[in-house]
């Protein structure tokens, strides 16, 4: 499963151009890709971002974290997150599962991964001592 020519280019939108805060992707298994789902503008906050992950089904997701250094210097990372609510279908954590690694060779630049099923995994705090 690869990722399809949006995605990746959405990916260097947020990356270099720093138009969306985050990504939602899912898999269309019709066309066999990798797609997005929902993006964030710059102005939305976390919880949006996490609010725009189902409960019940698998999702891959690429959040930019803006933070500032105890030198107080201004800096982000990227990371992407594996979504796999305990809840969802085995079919679709199997699908995800297998599907991860050839997306992420695809998205050049993510700083951090995190594997989260449920939200607790991927709270605010534990982006912010992943960054630190």
Known sequence: MCAAGHAKDTFLELKRKKIYRYLVFRIDEKKRKVVVEKTGDPAETYDDFTASLPENDCRYAVYDFDFVTSDNCQKSKIFFIAWSPSSSRIRSKV??????????????????????????????????????
């Not at 993510?110 to 594997?115: D, P, V």
């Open 95 to 132: 699908l995800y599962a297998t599907s991860k690694h050839g997306l992420r060779e695809e998205l050049d630049g993510i700083h951090y991964e995190i594997q989260a099923t449920d939200p607790t995994e991927m709270d605010l705090e534990v982006l912010k001592d992943r960054a630190n």
